[in-house]
């Protein structure tokens, strides 16, 4: 597991574009192909479509700015 490692685990929050590149590729290398073109393109379909279905709910905005 790539976050399972704390040392990984904070690199990977320095960068996590290639931290969830690289987790594409251990995905994709289990599977028998660990190319890094690939899980780059992966990765970025992926945000692609991240950005396209993931809404916050109505009142999120609200709840956020709420001053405790």
Partial sequence: ?????????RLGR???LKARTAVVRLS????GCGDEVIAGR???RLF?????VIKLFPECLKILSFNW
């Fill in 48 to 52: 692609i479509i991240n950005r396209q």
């Fill in 28 to 31: 994709l290398e289990k599977l």
């Fill in 14 to 16: 320095l960068n996590l």
């Fill in 1 to 9: 597991m790539y976050w399972g490692d704390p040392e990984r685990h």
């Fill in 42 to 44: 992966c990765c970025n």
